[in-house]
C-alpha cells in the first residue's frame, strides 16, 4: 500500500522561507509526475508546482521566482523549497503523485504566513 507523508510545514513570517518534503512509501512504480497543490480557507485546491519524467517541471504563476520544486528518484521524494513567503501563501500544502495507471495523495502539511 502506497503512503504519502508530507512535512516541513508550519508558521513563517511574511519573507521568510519554508522547506516541504513529501515521501512516499510502499511499492510505487511508473511515476510520472510529482507535484505539489494547496488548498486555502475557503478556496479550492489548486496546482502549486508538478515536476514530469524529464524534469521538466511547471509552476502557478503565482509562485513563479519563489519556489522550486526537486524530487529524489531514489528515495520517491519530492520537495517544495518556498522563498518570499507571503501571507496569501497560507495553505494547507498537498503532494501528489501520479503513475501510469494511478495516484496517490498526501493528508497535507499546514502552512502559515504572518504579515
Known amino acids: 500500500q502506497v503512503q504519502l507523508v508530507e512535512s516541513g510545514g508550519g508558521l513563517v513570517q511574511a519573507g521568510g522561507s519554508l522547506r516541504l518534503s513529501c515521501a512516499a512509501s510502499?511499492?510505487?512504480?511508473?511515476?510520472?509526475?510529482m507535484g505539489w497543490y494547496r488548498q486555502a480557507p475557503g478556496k479550492q485546491r489548486e496546482l502549486v508546482a508538478v515536476i514530469r519524467s524529464g524534469d521538466t517541471t511547471n509552476y502557478a504563476d503565482s509562485v513563479k521566482g519563489r519556489f522550486t520544486i526537486s524530487r529524489d528518484n531514489a528515495k520517491n521524494t519530492v520537495y517544495l523549497q518556498m522563498n518570499s513567503l507571503k501571507p496569501e501563501d497560507t495553505a494547507v500544502y498537498y503532494c501528489k503523485i501520479s503513475t501510469s495507471w494511478d495516484y496517490y495523495w498526501g493528508k497535507g502539511t499546514l502552512v502559515t504566513v504572518s504579515s
Open positions: 510502499g511499492s510505487i512504480f511508473s511515476i510520472v509526475a
